[in-house]
């Protein structure tokens, strides 16, 4: 089955500058890529996702790259805010999402003030 | 916020007795999911379903029944509760392959003593 991986664990950065998390795949025939923010306690929300007829996708200071060929897509996130903070999960799957995703461990991203 | 209700927030049992946690949509969603989320591992996908009486098995469905007898309900039993299986549980739903993303409920703590 598909495997996600992904990194870092841990982002710390200043308030301003950019977050950048990564993630890859196994298989690939997975079509659909979505990313989702986490608060403590709370449930996932998704933030943004993309397809892979697409190589990048943006909304406002969120964008997402998508490289079919290394089976790797990636999260930025420009001019961080101290709301920024939470644990961001990416996800894979197959069937563009009907089947079900996979996702990554995710990661704690830290807007340091 | 899409309108799913999962029901019960929290549940705290006894190893050994049968657990059943809900799911119950209002959108009207073809597609419904249920995932566990532990530290270290993110959220994997347990059951899902693509129709009423459609059901289908994911990453980690050992020791879990689900069914769907109407569209908007979707149940997760556990037939006798192990330790191993204190989680959280989130209900996810979807209209469909390439249609609409997954929106996540609110999630049930279920405490297995």
């Known amino acids: 089955g598909e495997n996600v991986e992904q990194h870092p664990s841990t982002l710390s950065v200043q308030e301003g500058d950019s977050a950048v998390i990564k993630c890859t795949y196994s298989d690939s025939a997975s079509n659909y890529f979505p990313w989702y923010k986490q608060e403590l306690g709370k449930r996932p929300q998704l933030i943004i996702d993309i397809r892979s007829n697409v190589g990048e996708k943006k909304d406002q200071r969120i964008a997402v790259t998508l490289n079919k060929t290394a089976k790797h897509f990636s999260l930025h996130i420009t001019e961080t805010q101290p709301e920024d903070s939470a644990v961001y999960f990416c996800?894979?799957?197959?069937?563009?999402?009907?089947?079900?995703?996979?996702f990554g461990k995710g990661t704690h991203l830290i807007i340091q003030p | 916020d899409a309108g799913i209700t999962q029901s019960p927030r929290h549940k705290v049992t006894e190893t050994g007795t049968p657990v059943t946690l809900r799911c119950h949509q209002t959108?009207?969603?073809?597609?419904m999911y249920w995932y566990r989320q532990d530290p270290g591992h993110g959220l994997r996908l347990i059951h899902y379903?693509?129709?009423?009486?459609?059901?289908d098995k994911g990453e980690v469905s050992d020791g879990y029944s689900v069914s769907r007898s109407k569209t908007e309900d979707f149940l997760l039993t556990l037939e006798s509760a192990t330790s191993s299986q204190t989680s959280v549980y989130f209900c996810?739903?979807?209209?469909?392959?390439?249609?609409?993303?997954?929106?996540f409920g609110d999630g049930t703590r279920l405490s297995i003593l």
């Open positions: 959108e009207n969603h073809r597609y």
């Open positions: 996810a739903i979807s209209g469909g392959q390439g249609t609409q993303p997954q929106h």
């Open positions: 379903s693509y129709g009423v009486k459609d059901t």
């Open positions: 996800a894979a799957s197959i069937g563009g999402g009907a089947d079900g995703l996979t």
